[in-house]
């Protein structure tokens, strides 16, 4: 069956560094999104991404956050300048439908110290 | 405001013992509705979701959910529960006309033997 790939799975990072997760869609899916999860709190949308541009994003997607899809396979979240604030689970998901038939990805687990 | 709500942190239930997961939004019009489940350091699986058309709708792993538009709910259900459906479970709704998901904050089951 096919799924979609977050690399990496954890990653550690100081303060103020960059960092950039990376997520591999299913093949034929168009519509390409980034949620992150705080821990022990809800699922939270960032930004939808359709046709090589952004179609929707979250007031959490601030400018300190930003997306691309740089080659025909990978889709890439880059923070520009970490805050402890955002350590989280980030789950990157695809679609051929729209947010009908989101497919999640196991998730990066990202820890700002 | 458009919300969702799952009213219940925590469920503890014995194995082989039905289960009940309540979720309620709050919409103007129904909007699309899904539930997703989440393993322990795993990602977001779909488990069923709701459009239209028929109300109770079957899910994978033997989960299912009805539709009550006069109580804007779409609950959970399994008859019997196994001990591999302790997990997180989300219920999640995308607002016609928006391309992300909304999520609930979450009901943490524990199975029991």
């Known amino acids: 069956e096919p799924e979609v790939t977050q690399t990496p799975s954890h990653q550690v990072t100081q303060m103020g560094q960059e960092v950039i997760l990376r997520c591999v869609p299913i093949?034929?899916?168009?519509?390409f999104y980034w949620y992150r999860q705080i821990l022990g709190q809800k699922v939270e949308f960032l930004v939808s991404f359709y046709n090589n541009e952004i179609s929707e994003k979250s007031e959490i997607f601030d400018d300190q956050f930003s997306v691309e899809r740089p080659d025909g396979s990978n889709f890439t979240l880059k923070i520009r300048s970490t805050k402890l604030e955002d350590s989280a689970m980030y789950f990157c998901a695809s679609s051929d439908v729209g947010t009908l038939g989101a497919f999640f990805g196991q998730g990066t687990r990202l820890t700002v110290v | 405001a458009q919300s969702v709500t799952q009213p219940d942190i925590h469920i503890t239930v014995s194995e082989g013992a039905s289960l009940e997961l309540r979720c309620n939004y709050s919409y103007g019009a129904t909007p699309y509705l899904f539930w997703y489940v989440q393993s322990p350091g795993q990602g977001l699986q779909l488990l069923l979701k709701?459009?239209?058309?028929?109300?109770l709708v079957q899910g994978i792993k033997g989960f299912e959910a009805e539709f009550k538009r006069s109580q804007s709910s779409f609950n959970l259900r399994k008859p019997s529960v196994h001990w591999s459906d302790a997990a997180e479970y989300f219920c999640a709704v995308a607002f016609r006309g928006a391309n992300n998901l909304f999520f609930g904050t979450g009901t943490r089951l524990t199975v029991i033997p």
């Open positions: 093949s034929n899916h168009l519509y």
């Open positions: 709701y459009f239209s058309g028929d109300t």
